[in-house]
């Protein structure tokens, strides 16, 4: 997969046997599957129909167009894995740690010795930031996996450990100047909160929250993030003033002949992967401007909804959406691993397009499967303690 999503035209003829051993291992494991499990594969599979039934009827059937959409179907055959392994989560939360030190590392090295603008990470600005907030959160969740048997020394160890990690995690956000997946704070940091079980103290609450101040003073004093809040006042300005050639200009641009689109083609949309094509064609009659062209929608509702219709929304929000209400009864760890990526992916698609970049997309459906097959996991032997209790 990591080879597939690496150099993606290099290996089409490698998608297609994944693809072709993921139908293979469903049809061999569904007999252990029961009705949620079903539901969720369903939900995986469902985007990539849609979509790949659009572009079929353009005449489309050129391999790379299907890259994305393979991430879905690929992560099948990895949720029967961890469905029929029954590993823990904390290996996953580890891995989550490590990420974010690296991110972290990173950024600053980026922007404080190579002197760039903007900490892309090697992958992108947005994306960095999207994956690194992500990360900074799981990497908290480790606090509720510490060992028992440590004395308080160590607990005390991994504790700082982990927070010094989420925070780097959450630097490297805040130096990739992605406004966007700062969204999503706030949501995250009040489940983990609730998870955790943490209960501040007046005191300890005045203590957290002047840091918290203090910092977000702080950081304005940094270059890469003084230069993105006087653009986004700047861009602000200009868009009252009625100049929409900005970076948050264009998106409105976009957004407004996005929706055009949509209630034109309510249903199906304009077709996948069409959206720019169209904005083009038609961009007298949308009244776009010039500078606005050859843009996505920065905004995955938006995106789904232009090309792919009502249809296409759904096809995306039944897994996401349809994973977080059938996770809702689980225990409070399994339930905010499974809420942790659904309240991401719908907190960062408001302002960014997560299914036309491959690695979020992995990233983040790689993830949804882990965590989900631990809830199933844990939920079944819950269901069986509870079966043994009440006989």
Avoid at 47 to 61: F, N, R, T
Avoid at 147 to 154: A, G, V, Y
Avoid at 194 to 214: E, G, H, R
């Amino acid at each position: 997969m990591a080879s597939i999503n690496a150099i993606p035209r290099l290996f089409d003829g490698m998608m297609i046997l994944c693809l072709l051993i993921s139908l293979g291992t469903v049809c061999s494991n569904t007999k252990h599957l029961d009705k949620q499990d079903r539901l969720f594969i369903g939900a995986l599979c469902l985007y990539p129909l849609v979509s790949a039934i659009s572009l079929l009827q353009q005449g489309s059937v050129e391999l790379n167009e299907f890259d994305t959409l393979s991430r879905f179907l690929l992560c099948v055959p990895v949720y029967l894995f961890f469905r029929a392994r029954k590993i823990a989560p904390q290996y996953f939360l580890v891995g989550a740690l490590i990420a974010c030190v690296c991110f972290g590392a990173t950024a600053l090295h980026e922007v404080f010795r190579e002197n760039e603008a903007r900490a892309s990470g090697a992958i992108n600005p947005i994306t960095f930031g999207e994956i690194s907030i992500l990360f900074s959160f799981y990497t908290l969740l480790l606090l509720k996996f510490i060992p028992k048997h440590f004395d308080e020394q160590k607990i005390l160890l991994a504790k700082a450990l982990i927070i010094l990690a989420a925070g780097l995690g959450l630097i490297a956000c805040v130096l990739s100047s992605s406004r966007g997946p700062l969204i999503a704070v706030p949501f995250l940091a009040l489940a983990s909160l609730n998870v955790l079980q943490v209960k501040f103290k007046p005191k300890t609450l005045f203590v957290t929250c002047s840091v918290i101040i203090c910092a977000l003073v702080a950081s304005l004093y940094i270059a890469p993030v003084a230069s993105r809040v006087n653009d986004t006042l700047l861009d602000l300005k200009s868009i009252q003033q009625g100049n929409t050639n900005t970076s948050i200009g264009i998106r409105t641009e976009v957004w407004q002949a996005s929706w055009t689109l949509f209630k034109a083609h309510p249903m199906a949309g304009v077709g996948k992967e069409r959206l720019v094509e169209e904005i083009r064609s038609q961009q007298h009659a949308l009244n776009v401007p010039s500078y606005a062209l050859g843009y996505h929608a920065h905004n995955d509702y938006l995106q789904l909804l232009s090309e792919l219709g009502i249809i296409g929304l759904m096809s995306v929000l039944a897994l996401y959406l349809g994973a977080a209400f059938m996770a809702r009864r689980a225990a409070p760890t399994p339930k905010l691993l499974v809420l942790g990526v659904c309240i991401c992916w719908l907190t960062f698609g408001l302002t960014q397009v997560q299914l036309a970049h491959q690695r979020i997309t992995l990233i983040e459906v790689i993830t949804l499967v882990c965590f989900f097959a631990y809830y199933k996991n844990n939920d079944s032997i819950r269901s069986n303690q509870e079966s043994k209790t009440d006989t």
